[in-house]
Structure formats: structure tokens, C-alpha cells
């Protein structure tokens, strides 16, 4: 079955702890992104990744780190992490269709309270 | 810089009826747009993309229109029924970023 999964769907941690978030895609996607949702302002793009090895910031990405090392796997590192960045969080993976156009498929989200 | 506006307010119909939402879009007009559905705690889902260069796009109950003149999408749902009851959120890419509304969540009353 097609997917994008993410590790762990819940987690409580407190501030300064690190933690990573993982993402893991089977479609053979290039593109991968994170984004998290916060109430009222909706989803925003956090970092993503046109391919292994290249990656550029989205609309928030302070705070954040990724790598993609490989082409199935996109983990979120929070370094130190504080409670502002207490949110849900989606990996999302896509590549263009036939048409040129790609659409994206979100994993299931990772709900994230840093005390 | 550019935004996705969507009304954050619920949108209340009754079964059967048509719903119709809004996404405004400032600045340039994107090569297209992206319709998707989330349910409370998911992740969304990709519904429907329409092209710059097309007026109407559709796909069973759904249909979804662009003005580039109006720099709006209208997104429809016909002939509603409970279980379309989610948060529909529109979107568009900037060179390699997504920009997302912040949806509208649409309750479709029995």
C-alpha cells in the first residue's frame, strides 16, 4: 500500500530535549515536506526537499532541522526544543505526474506538546 | 508576498444542497491550484487540481472553477450528504514551497 508514515504519532517531551520526528515514503517520491498546523493559521510549510541531499527552508523554519540522506526517509530534528513549537506536525511526499503535476500525500500527522 | 485566503468561518448546509467555498489568492495567478480534504486529527487528502488555463474542473459530486481575474477559486460540492462533513483547504505553490489556506470546515446537516 502506498504511504507516508511518520514516528511517533504522540509525544510529550520538555523543553531542551531533542527529538526527532521520522518520515518514511514506498512511492519512490523525490519531493518530501513538513509542515505544521497550528488553530487559526492553518497549514505551514516547515522545510522541505526537491531530492537526496538538497533541501531549502519553507515559511517557518526556525527551530527546525532536516536531512535526506536517502530518498525514502525525511526526518524532523527539534534540537531544543520549546513550547511554541507544541503543534501537529505532517511529512507530506509527491512527484509529478504524467501531466507535470504533482500532488501530495500526507501521513497520518504527529501531535507534539513540549512542556 | 503570497497568500491563500480561505473563510475561516464554518459553512453549515443542509443534506442535498449544493456548498460552495472560496479561495482568494493575492499577487500573481499560480499555474494552479489544489483542493484537499482533512478530517479532524488526519492528514489531508488531495481532491482535485485545476490549471491556470482551465475555467471548471470536475469529478463526480465535485467541481472546482478558476478566475484569474477575480484571483479566486470556487470549490462545489453537489447534491451534499453528512459524510462530506470535513475541513476543506486550498492550495499553491511558489517555485518549490506550498502555501496553504487555513481551510473552511463545512458540516453538512441530515
Known amino acids: 500500500e502506498a504511504q507516508v508514515t511518520q514516528n511517533p504519532r504522540y509525544l510529550i517531551t520538555v523543553t531542551g530535549k531533542k527529538l526527532t520526528v521520522t518520515c518514511s515514503q514506498n512511492?519512490?517520491?523525490?519531493?518530501m515536506s513538513w509542515y505544521r498546523q497550528d488553530p487559526g493559521l492553518g497549514l505551514r510549510q516547515i522545510y522541505y526537499?526537491?531530492?537526496?541531499?538538497?533541501?531549502d527552508k519553507g515559511d517557518v523554519p526556525e527551530g527546525y532541522k532536516v536531512s535526506r540522506k536517502e530518498k525514502r526517509n525525511f526526518p524532523l530534528i527539534l534540537e531544543s526544543p520549546s513550547p511554541n513549537q507544541t503543534s501537529l506536525y505532517f511529512c507530506?511526499?509527491?512527484?509529478?505526474?504524467?501531466?507535470?503535476?504533482?500532488?501530495?500525500?500526507f501521513g497520518p500527522g504527529t501531535r507534539l506538546l513540549v512542556l | 508576498s503570497q497568500k491563500i485566503e480561505q473563510n475561516s468561518e464554518a459553512l453549515n448546509i443542509q443534506e442535498g444542497k449544493t456548498a460552495t467555498l472560496t479561495c482568494n489568492y493575492t499577487?500573481?495567478?499560480?499555474?494552479?491550484l489544489q483542493w484537499y480534504r482533512q478530517d479532524p486529527g488526519r492528514g489531508p487528502v488531495f481532491l482535485l487540481l485545476?490549471?491556470?488555463?482551465?475555467k471548471e474542473k470536475r469529478k463526480e459530486r465535485l467541481k472546482v472553477t478558476f478566475d484569474t481575474t477575480l484571483k479566486q477559486s470556487l470549490f462545489h460540492i453537489t447534491a451534499s450528504q453528512p459524510a462530506d462533513s470535513a475541513t476543506y483547504l486550498c492550495?499553491?505553490?511558489?517555485?518549490?514551497?506550498?502555501?496553504f489556506g487555513t481551510g473552511t470546515r463545512l458540516k453538512v446537516l441530515a
Open positions: 507530506a511526499s509527491s512527484s509529478p505526474s504524467l501531466a507535470g503535476v504533482e500532488t501530495q500525500y
Open positions: 512511492m519512490n517520491h523525490e519531493y
Open positions: 526537499s526537491m531530492n537526496v541531499e538538497v533541501t
Open positions: 499577487n500573481y495567478s499560480p499555474a494552479y
Open positions: 485545476i490549471r491556470e488555463n482551465e
Open positions: 492550495a499553491r505553490r511558489v517555485t518549490y514551497k506550498y502555501i
